[in-house]
């Protein structure tokens, strides 16, 4: 089946721009996350969306970001005034909590360049 | 959430067993250890998952001591194509209210060599 689509695969923007990234989580899944990922390091958590809960946000750096996920599936992350710090790869996953097993399965990721 | 260490980076050889070992001390009781692998462009990819004891599937093996304090990550026969960035993750996923939150280091990038 489908995977996880995430849209634009690139995007260039100038700075204080804002931007939008699009993220298509696997069909039923429940929860979604979104990451960033700086070149050369890890993974920083930046939202999650489970179900009809509020979403947690506590991973976001500033209020330029914002997310919001329509209907429980389509998830949009908002940069607003875009700054060259948030140049990144922003990566989306989606997971169907079952019992012990959390497997995400992640999407190939937007690349942001703030010029 | 249990904090995780594991080496920055190691080196091997195409036909080598690798094995990456990631130190977890303040494990929880519920806790799980997770793996991920991530390839250059690509976003992480679900390894391999366990608790306690010995776990293995079609790519890897979980070796999970009883104390639970560290866990290793066992690649049989690596070849180039294993050459990646390895995560190791430490919570509860059937924490209440799926408030699980899967948190990444900066794992430990494995190169392969001819």
């Known amino acids: 089946g489908a995977g996880v689509s995430q849209s634009p695969s690139n995007k260039v923007t100038e700075k204080g721009k804002d931007v939008e990234l699009r993220c298509d989580p696997i069909s039923g899944h429940t929860a979604l996350y979104w990451y960033r990922q700086s070149l050369g390091q890890g993974l920083e958590f930046l939202i999650y969306?489970?179900?009809?809960?509020?979403?947690?946000k506590s991973g976001l750096p500033s209020d330029r970001f914002s997310a919001e996920r329509t209907g429980g599936s389509v998830s949009t992350l908002t940069i607003q005034r875009t700054q060259q710090e948030d140049s990144a790869v922003y990566l989306c996953?989606?997971?169907?909590?079952?019992?012990?097993?959390?497997?995400?399965?992640f999407g190939p990721g937007t690349r942001l360049t703030v010029t | 959430l249990a904090k995780t260490t594991q080496p920055i980076s190691m080196d091997s050889y195409e036909g080598q067993e690798v094995n990456i070992t990631c130190s977890h001390n303040?494990?929880?009781?519920?806790?799980?250890i997770t793996w991920y692998q991530q390839f250059p462009s690509q976003g992480p990819r679900f390894i391999i998952q366990g608790y306690k004891t010995k776990v293995t599937n079609e790519v890897a093996s979980l070796f999970i001591p009883a104390d639970r304090k560290s866990s290793t990550l066992s690649l049989p026969r690596v070849s180039l194509s294993d050459t990646a960035v390895y995560y190791c993750?430490?919570?509860?996923?059937?924490?209440?209210?799926?408030?699980?939150?899967?948190?990444f280091g900066r794992g430990t990038s494995l190169i392969v060599h001819p």
């Open positions: 969306f489970q179900g009809n809960s509020a979403p947690d």
């Open positions: 993750l430490v919570g509860d996923p059937s924490a209440s209210g799926g408030s699980y939150i899967p948190t």
């Open positions: 996953a989606s997971s169907s909590h079952s019992g012990s097993l959390i497997e995400q399965y």
């Open positions: 303040n494990i929880a009781t519920n806790d799980y």
